[in-house]
Protein backbone atom coordinates (compact mmCIF):
# COMPACT_ATOMS: atom_id res chain seq x y z
CA UNK A 1 0.00 0.00 0.00
CA UNK A 2 0.74 3.19 -0.50
CA UNK A 3 -0.20 6.70 0.96
CA UNK A 4 2.65 9.31 0.27
CA UNK A 5 -0.30 11.99 -0.37
CA UNK A 6 -1.99 11.50 2.67
CA UNK A 7 1.18 11.13 4.52
CA UNK A 8 2.37 14.55 2.60
CA UNK A 9 -0.97 16.10 4.17
CA UNK A 10 -0.94 14.72 7.45
CA UNK A 11 2.66 16.48 7.84
CA UNK A 12 1.74 19.89 6.69
CA UNK A 13 -1.23 19.49 9.10
CA UNK A 14 1.11 18.49 12.13
CA UNK A 15 3.88 21.20 11.08
CA UNK A 16 1.73 23.79 10.12
CA UNK A 17 4.58 25.09 7.38
CA UNK A 18 5.47 23.92 4.05
CA UNK A 19 8.93 24.02 4.92
CA UNK A 20 9.23 22.15 7.96
CA UNK A 21 6.99 19.88 6.16
CA UNK A 22 9.10 19.27 3.35
CA UNK A 23 12.24 19.49 5.65
CA UNK A 24 10.87 16.17 7.62
CA UNK A 25 9.68 14.33 4.60
CA UNK A 26 13.22 14.95 3.00
CA UNK A 27 11.94 16.76 -0.50
CA UNK A 28 12.14 20.42 -1.14
CA UNK A 29 9.63 23.27 -0.51
CA UNK A 30 8.29 24.17 -4.04
CA UNK A 31 8.08 20.24 -4.50
CA UNK A 32 5.59 20.33 -1.66
CA UNK A 33 3.85 23.16 -2.71
CA UNK A 34 3.44 21.89 -6.23
CA UNK A 35 1.88 18.38 -4.59
CA UNK A 36 -0.58 20.19 -2.65
CA UNK A 37 -1.58 22.61 -5.21
CA UNK A 38 -2.06 20.03 -8.17
CA UNK A 39 -3.78 17.59 -5.27
CA UNK A 40 -6.18 20.63 -4.04
CA UNK A 41 -7.24 21.04 -7.99
CA UNK A 42 -7.81 17.74 -8.45
CA UNK A 43 -10.19 17.78 -5.83
CA UNK A 44 -11.88 20.99 -6.94
CA UNK A 45 -11.53 22.40 -3.37
CA UNK A 46 -8.74 24.03 -0.76
CA UNK A 47 -7.24 21.94 2.57
CA UNK A 48 -5.47 24.75 4.08
CA UNK A 49 -5.46 28.34 4.25
CA UNK A 50 -2.78 30.74 5.53
CA UNK A 51 -3.61 32.38 8.77
CA UNK A 52 -1.09 34.40 10.42
CA UNK A 53 2.03 32.66 8.97
CA UNK A 54 0.50 29.72 9.59
CA UNK A 55 -0.87 26.91 7.54
CA UNK A 56 -4.53 25.73 8.99
CA UNK A 57 -6.71 22.91 7.22
CA UNK A 58 -10.54 24.36 5.91
CA UNK A 59 -13.69 22.43 6.88
CA UNK A 60 -12.56 19.97 3.24
CA UNK A 61 -8.67 19.72 4.88
CA UNK A 62 -10.28 18.30 8.33
CA UNK A 63 -12.26 15.88 6.85
CA UNK A 64 -9.37 14.98 4.57
CA UNK A 65 -6.87 14.97 7.77
CA UNK A 66 -9.67 12.70 9.62
CA UNK A 67 -10.29 10.17 6.77
CA UNK A 68 -6.40 10.01 5.67
CA UNK A 69 -5.09 9.42 9.44
CA UNK A 70 -7.47 6.43 9.59
CA UNK A 71 -6.12 5.14 6.72
CA UNK A 72 -2.36 5.66 7.69
CA UNK A 73 -3.31 3.45 11.03
CA UNK A 74 -4.72 0.82 9.02
CA UNK A 75 -1.59 0.49 6.67
CA UNK A 76 0.60 -0.06 9.65
CA UNK A 77 -1.82 -2.35 11.49
CA UNK A 78 -1.93 -3.79 8.09
CA UNK A 79 2.40 -4.59 8.36
CA UNK A 80 1.74 -5.40 12.15
CA UNK A 81 -0.47 -8.48 11.19
CA UNK A 82 1.80 -8.96 7.89
CA UNK A 83 5.04 -8.95 9.43
CA UNK A 84 5.55 -12.34 10.58
CA UNK A 85 4.95 -13.90 7.20
CA UNK A 86 7.61 -11.51 5.59
CA UNK A 87 11.56 -11.72 6.14
CA UNK A 88 11.22 -7.45 6.92
CA UNK A 89 8.53 -4.42 6.87
CA UNK A 90 7.55 -1.46 7.86
CA UNK A 91 5.69 -1.09 10.88
CA UNK A 92 4.79 0.88 14.22
CA UNK A 93 3.79 -0.94 17.53
CA UNK A 94 2.39 1.26 20.06
CA UNK A 95 2.28 0.58 23.34
CA UNK A 96 0.40 2.06 26.09
CA UNK A 97 1.71 1.95 29.51
CA UNK A 98 1.14 4.11 33.05
CA UNK A 99 4.38 6.87 33.43
CA UNK A 100 5.37 5.24 36.74
CA UNK A 101 6.06 2.40 34.40
CA UNK A 102 8.16 4.15 31.94
CA UNK A 103 11.48 4.98 33.11
CA UNK A 104 11.53 0.53 33.82
CA UNK A 105 9.64 -0.86 30.66
CA UNK A 106 10.60 1.43 27.67
CA UNK A 107 14.44 1.29 27.10
CA UNK A 108 14.25 -2.18 28.25
CA UNK A 109 11.10 -2.79 25.37
CA UNK A 110 13.41 -0.80 23.40
CA UNK A 111 16.43 -2.38 23.39
CA UNK A 112 14.30 -6.20 22.71
CA UNK A 113 12.95 -4.99 19.71
CA UNK A 114 16.12 -3.45 18.39
CA UNK A 115 17.58 -6.84 18.93
CA UNK A 116 15.19 -8.97 17.88
CA UNK A 117 12.92 -6.89 14.96
CA UNK A 118 14.71 -3.94 14.09
CA UNK A 119 12.07 -3.08 11.23
CA UNK A 120 9.47 -2.38 13.89
CA UNK A 121 9.25 1.40 15.38
CA UNK A 122 8.12 1.13 18.56
CA UNK A 123 5.88 4.35 20.19
CA UNK A 124 4.92 4.82 23.60
CA UNK A 125 1.84 6.09 25.17
CA UNK A 126 2.23 7.19 28.77
CA UNK A 127 -1.14 8.01 30.30
CA UNK A 128 -4.07 7.28 33.05
CA UNK A 129 -5.85 4.30 32.90
CA UNK A 130 -8.74 6.05 31.04
CA UNK A 131 -6.62 7.27 28.94
CA UNK A 132 -4.61 4.10 27.63
CA UNK A 133 -8.37 2.25 27.34
CA UNK A 134 -9.56 5.02 25.03
CA UNK A 135 -6.58 4.83 23.19
CA UNK A 136 -6.92 1.06 22.42
CA UNK A 137 -10.62 0.90 21.98
CA UNK A 138 -10.20 4.00 18.99
CA UNK A 139 -6.94 2.13 17.47
CA UNK A 140 -4.72 4.44 18.63
CA UNK A 141 -2.90 1.73 20.68
CA UNK A 142 -2.18 -1.98 19.43
CA UNK A 143 -1.80 -2.93 22.91
CA UNK A 144 -1.38 -1.67 26.55
CA UNK A 145 -0.06 -2.95 29.75
CA UNK A 146 -2.38 -2.81 32.80
CA UNK A 147 -4.15 -4.71 35.83
CA UNK A 148 -6.57 -7.61 35.07
CA UNK A 149 -9.92 -5.81 36.18
CA UNK A 150 -12.81 -7.54 34.94
CA UNK A 151 -15.13 -5.06 34.64
CA UNK A 152 -12.85 -3.02 32.53
CA UNK A 153 -11.77 -4.96 30.47
CA UNK A 154 -14.15 -7.70 29.47
CA UNK A 155 -13.01 -10.47 27.65
CA UNK A 156 -15.28 -10.27 25.64
CA UNK A 157 -13.61 -7.48 24.12
CA UNK A 158 -10.35 -7.94 25.09
CA UNK A 159 -7.31 -10.91 25.07
CA UNK A 160 -4.99 -10.62 27.78
CA UNK A 161 -1.77 -12.39 28.64
CA UNK A 162 -1.08 -12.31 32.27
CA UNK A 163 2.49 -11.12 33.09
CA UNK A 164 3.03 -10.89 36.76
CA UNK A 165 0.63 -11.14 39.93
CA UNK A 166 1.20 -7.50 42.16
CA UNK A 167 0.53 -7.46 45.58
CA UNK A 168 -0.80 -4.84 47.90
CA UNK A 169 0.97 -3.09 50.69
CA UNK A 170 0.14 -0.31 53.36
CA UNK A 171 2.41 1.94 53.76
CA UNK A 172 3.16 4.03 57.04
CA UNK A 173 6.03 6.43 58.22
CA UNK A 174 8.53 5.49 61.23
CA UNK A 175 6.66 7.52 63.48
CA UNK A 176 3.71 5.40 63.04
CA UNK A 177 4.71 2.06 62.85
CA UNK A 178 2.27 0.77 65.94
CA UNK A 179 -0.57 1.48 63.17
CA UNK A 180 1.44 -1.74 61.06
CA UNK A 181 -0.67 -4.45 62.59
CA UNK A 182 -3.27 -7.57 61.67
CA UNK A 183 -6.15 -5.46 62.92
CA UNK A 184 -6.46 -2.67 60.17
CA UNK A 185 -9.86 -1.46 62.37
CA UNK A 186 -7.10 0.93 63.53
CA UNK A 187 -6.67 2.72 60.56
CA UNK A 188 -10.19 3.91 60.54
CA UNK A 189 -10.56 7.65 60.68
CA UNK A 190 -7.22 8.53 59.22
CA UNK A 191 -5.90 10.17 56.48
CA UNK A 192 -5.10 8.07 53.39
CA UNK A 193 -3.08 8.95 50.66
CA UNK A 194 -4.57 7.61 47.10
CA UNK A 195 -4.50 7.92 43.25
CA UNK A 196 -7.02 9.49 41.18
CA UNK A 197 -10.00 7.53 40.18
CA UNK A 198 -8.60 7.59 36.82
CA UNK A 199 -5.72 5.52 37.83
CA UNK A 200 -5.97 1.18 38.35
CA UNK A 201 -4.31 1.39 41.43
CA UNK A 202 -7.30 2.94 42.95
CA UNK A 203 -9.48 0.65 42.18
CA UNK A 204 -7.61 -2.07 44.41
CA UNK A 205 -7.36 0.79 47.14
CA UNK A 206 -11.02 1.48 47.00
CA UNK A 207 -11.90 -1.90 47.75
CA UNK A 208 -8.91 -2.79 50.51
CA UNK A 209 -10.79 -0.07 52.08
CA UNK A 210 -13.99 -1.30 51.94
CA UNK A 211 -13.62 -4.93 52.81
CA UNK A 212 -11.73 -3.88 56.09
CA UNK A 213 -14.99 -1.36 56.75
CA UNK A 214 -12.01 1.90 57.01
CA UNK A 215 -13.98 5.04 56.29
CA UNK A 216 -10.84 7.30 55.81
CA UNK A 217 -11.05 11.08 57.91
CA UNK A 218 -9.77 12.63 54.76
CA UNK A 219 -8.44 11.40 51.55
CA UNK A 220 -5.94 13.73 49.57
CA UNK A 221 -5.57 12.10 45.75
CA UNK A 222 -1.79 11.96 44.31
CA UNK A 223 -1.03 10.66 40.76
CA UNK A 224 2.57 10.20 41.46
CA UNK A 225 4.17 7.74 43.48
CA UNK A 226 6.87 9.42 44.17
CA UNK A 227 4.85 12.06 46.31
CA UNK A 228 2.51 9.94 47.60
CA UNK A 229 5.54 8.18 49.06
CA UNK A 230 7.36 11.43 50.69
CA UNK A 231 3.87 12.87 51.82
CA UNK A 232 3.56 9.48 53.33
CA UNK A 233 7.37 9.58 54.94
CA UNK A 234 6.39 13.16 55.99
CA UNK A 235 3.58 11.43 58.28
CA UNK A 236 1.39 13.61 55.79
CA UNK A 237 -1.21 10.17 55.86
CA UNK A 238 -1.16 6.75 54.85
CA UNK A 239 -0.77 5.12 51.46
CA UNK A 240 -1.35 2.01 49.75
CA UNK A 241 1.24 0.50 47.47
CA UNK A 242 1.70 -2.58 44.90
CA UNK A 243 4.48 -4.52 45.20
CA UNK A 244 6.13 -4.06 42.03
CA UNK A 245 6.52 -0.11 42.74
CA UNK A 246 8.93 -0.48 45.68
CA UNK A 247 11.71 -1.62 43.83
CA UNK A 248 11.30 2.08 41.82
CA UNK A 249 11.60 4.37 44.77
CA UNK A 250 14.24 4.44 48.04
CA UNK A 251 12.06 6.68 50.04
CA UNK A 252 13.30 6.70 53.40
CA UNK A 253 10.63 7.42 56.53
CA UNK A 254 8.49 4.69 55.55
CA UNK A 255 7.33 1.22 56.41
CA UNK A 256 5.70 -1.54 53.89
CA UNK A 257 3.22 -4.03 55.61
CA UNK A 258 1.57 -6.69 53.00
CA UNK A 259 -2.06 -6.69 53.49
CA UNK A 260 -4.16 -9.92 53.73
CA UNK A 261 -6.75 -8.13 51.84
CA UNK A 262 -8.67 -10.89 49.66
CA UNK A 263 -8.15 -8.16 47.07
CA UNK A 264 -4.10 -8.11 47.87
CA UNK A 265 -2.89 -9.31 44.50
CA UNK A 266 -4.04 -8.09 41.02
CA UNK A 267 -2.99 -9.66 37.86
CA UNK A 268 -0.50 -7.22 35.42
CA UNK A 269 -1.18 -8.10 31.98
CA UNK A 270 -0.67 -7.16 28.46
CA UNK A 271 -4.40 -6.34 26.91
CA UNK A 272 -5.29 -6.08 23.36
CA UNK A 273 -8.37 -6.33 20.98
CA UNK A 274 -9.10 -9.50 20.19
CA UNK A 275 -6.96 -11.00 17.62
CA UNK A 276 -6.20 -14.50 16.22
CA UNK A 277 -3.46 -15.83 16.06
CA UNK A 278 -1.38 -13.67 17.87
CA UNK A 279 1.62 -12.63 16.79
CA UNK A 280 4.99 -13.50 16.96
CA UNK A 281 6.43 -10.75 18.08
CA UNK A 282 4.05 -10.28 20.97
CA UNK A 283 4.10 -13.40 22.46
CA UNK A 284 8.19 -12.61 22.72
CA UNK A 285 7.31 -9.35 23.94
CA UNK A 286 4.80 -10.66 26.94
CA UNK A 287 7.36 -13.72 27.77
CA UNK A 288 10.34 -10.81 27.91
CA UNK A 289 8.64 -8.36 29.84
CA UNK A 290 7.47 -11.19 32.17
CA UNK A 291 11.77 -11.48 32.74
CA UNK A 292 11.39 -7.40 33.98
CA UNK A 293 8.26 -6.61 35.85
Not at 277 to 285: H, I, Q, S, T, V
Amino acid sequence: MHLKEQIYVLEIYRQQSLSKAAKNLHISQPALSNYLNHLEQTLGIALFVREKRRLVPTEAGKIYIDIAAKMVRLQEKFYLRLNPLLPSSPCVLRIGLQRIRGANMIPKILQFYSEKYPEIRVEFLKGSLWELLNALESDNLDILFGYQIPSIYPSSLYTSYPIAKDKLHLVVSEKHKELITPDFSRLDGKTFILHPPTHSERFSEDRFLKEHHIVPDRIIEEDTMEVILRMTAMDMGISLIMDSYTKYFQTPGICYYPTESRFKSLNFCMFMKKQTPLPKYLKELAAFVKTIF
